[in-house]
Every structure is written in C-alpha cells, then in structure tokens.
C-alpha cells in the first residue's frame, strides 16, 4: 500500500494533466448551472409574485411551493453536474484507489449494505438509506469496505406529511476482524460530558436505557472523548487494550469529525460524520488547488489506511 507522499506523487505526476481538462469542464459547468438556476429562480419569483397578487394564498401553499422549488433546484443541479461528476469520479478517484492499493474494487453507483449499518449497532435502524462511492477489498489480508452513506428517519406530522431527518452521513468503513467477538462493544463520542460536564454526564451516561452497561475505561484522554457501551465488561477491555485507544483517539483527531466505533461479531465499524459526500468535484473552487487536492488524498488514504493503523492483522487478533 502507497503511502501518502507516494500518494500525492502520483496525484501530481499522473493525474495533473487529467485534472486541467477537468478544471476547464468544471468552469463551463458552473457557467450552466449559475445561468439555468437564475432563469429558473426568475421564473419561479414571477409566479409567486403573479399568484400573491391574483388570490389570496394561504401559508401553506406558499411553504408547499418553496419545498417544490428546493426539490426542483436540487434535481437540475444534480442533472447538470452529473457527467462532470462521474468523470471526475471515473478519472482521478479510480486511479487513486487503485494507486494505494491494487487488490480493490470501486463502484461509484454502490454503498455498504445496509446489513452492516444496521449491525453495527451504532445509530437507529433507518427508513430510508442510501449512498454512493463504495470501496471493497483486503488490505494486508484484511477484508475491508467503506462508502458515503446517508441514513434518514421519517417522520409524520398531524396532518399525515411525511418528512426524513438525518441518522448519519459520512464515511462507514467496515473490516473484518481475525477473531470473533461473543459480545458487543459500542464506542460513541463523549457529548453529553463535554456539553453537561462530568457529574450530569456522567449519570446521563449511565442512564442511557437505549444502551448495554457503562463501561469507564482507566484512559484519562479517551474517557474525554468517547463513552463506552458493552455487554461484557471482560472483553471490552480486552479489546479496547491502552495502545488500541491510543490509536482511536489519533484516528478521531487526524479525522477532525465526530467518530463512532463498533465491535460486533468478526467485524469493527468505523463512522465518520461528514456532513458531505466525501468524493464529489468541487464546483465553485479550482481542483488544481493543493488543500483541494489533499481533501481526497487524505480521506482515501484514512479509510483504505484503517487496516494498518490500527493493527487489525496483528496475532492479538487472531481466531480462537
């Protein structure tokens, strides 16, 4: 597996001249999308005005017509980027995968199952889920896979109008482990003793009925940023050895986002709250940029990476 210096080598020497035909495709593009979106806000603001000042509209009507607005915008934006976007995905994302590691397979169209969401425990069973930008192979034996996954709830108001709310969006990482775990370990980020303090976090902590037991860790640094979860105190601690929190912590802070782990069965899952898909172009910026540019050195290089930071091959894994 390259590492990042070799990564961003590559990046430069190998895809550089892809990406300036691509920054001239993407300048075209925001031409479009910047000249269509305007004609149609235009039009939609002419109507409004015609109907407000033809009938006496009620509220709802109007609040109905911006949601038609926002799903209409959102629909030719995504229709007007979307061959820019998957040659930028096809042109540099594939080769970059490909580049830190041979042995993988990249699917634009596909995500992580919503079998390993749903296992891991980490967050409630969604309504709906979907994503895009799906990774799967081995590292150093390792089976591994990730994608952007965006998982929502749905909810139903009084008058029976559906609306979603987001559970997760991010990067889901999901490797196999050499042994399999007879309980499960839950690692959340530590918010309710960072918002409420240690006594009240605490107690809400331990009364999180949605939850295994409480299980305190003897790591000062990793108590402070996570809260542990288990159905057995022995092997969570077994797992959860000092180096391998260690490593959590590092890994959360080289992220900069929220992090959630899991143990379950054979298999750790690693969500990493984004906010974003991780691998889209960029529109209203130059990908000849170098900050740009390392935003997806750095994110690939993370998630193929997991394997070898946190040492899933090593013989403390091994099967029994």
Not at 60 to 75: C, E, H, N, Q, T
Not at 126 to 141: A, R
Not at 250 to 276: E, T, W
Request: aromatic fraction near 14%.
């Amino acid at each position: 597996m390259k590492n990042k210096s070799e990564l961003t080598d590559f990046y430069y020497k190998s895809l550089y001249p892809v990406l300036k035909k691509l920054d001239e495709q993407r300048k075209h593009v925001l031409y479009r999308v910047i000249l269509v979106l305007s004609f149609f806000s235009l039009i939609y603001g002419a109507l409004t005005y015609f109907f407000l000042n033809a009938s006496d509209l009620n509220l709802d009507f109007l609040l109905a017509s911006g949601v038609v607005y926002i799903a209409i915008v959102g629909f030719i934006y995504k229709f007007l980027i979307k061959d820019y976007t998957q040659e930028f995905k096809d042109t540099i994302i594939r080769p970059l995968i490909t580049a830190i590691e041979s042995k993988l397979s990249y699917a634009s169209h596909m995500h992580v199952p919503q079998l390993h969401f749903n296992r891991s425990e980490l967050f409630s069973h969604p309504d709906k889920l979907n994503g895009n930008d799906f990774v799967k192979g081995e590292i150093d034996s390792i089976p591994l896979q990730f994608s952007d996954i965006h998982a929502q709830k749905r909810h139903k108001d009084s008058k029976g109008r559906e609306s979603y709310s987001t559970i997760f969006k991010g990067l889901f990482i999901v490797a196999e482990f050499n042994k399999h775990f007879h309980h499960k370990t839950i690692i959340l980020p530590d918010s309710a003793q960072k918002t409420f303090g240690d006594f009240i976090g605490s107690w809400l902590q331990s009364n999180n009925f949605s939850r295994d037991s409480l299980i305190k860790m003897d790591n000062v640094a990793f108590e402070k940023e996570f809260v542990v979860y288990g159905s057995d105190q022995i092997e969570a601690r077994y797992i959860l050895s000092h180096t391998l929190m260690e490593k959590l912590i590092l890994l959360k802070k080289r992220s900069g986002h929220p992090v959630y782990f899991s143990f379950v069965g054979a298999n750790i899952h690693i969500a990493i709250y984004y906010d974003k898909d991780l691998f889209e172009p960029t529109l209203y910026k130059s990908l000849l940029k170098y900050k740009t540019a390392m935003e997806y050195v750095d994110t690939l290089h993370m998630a193929i990476g997991i394997v070898q930071e946190l040492q899933l091959n090593q013989k403390l894994w091994s099967k029994k």
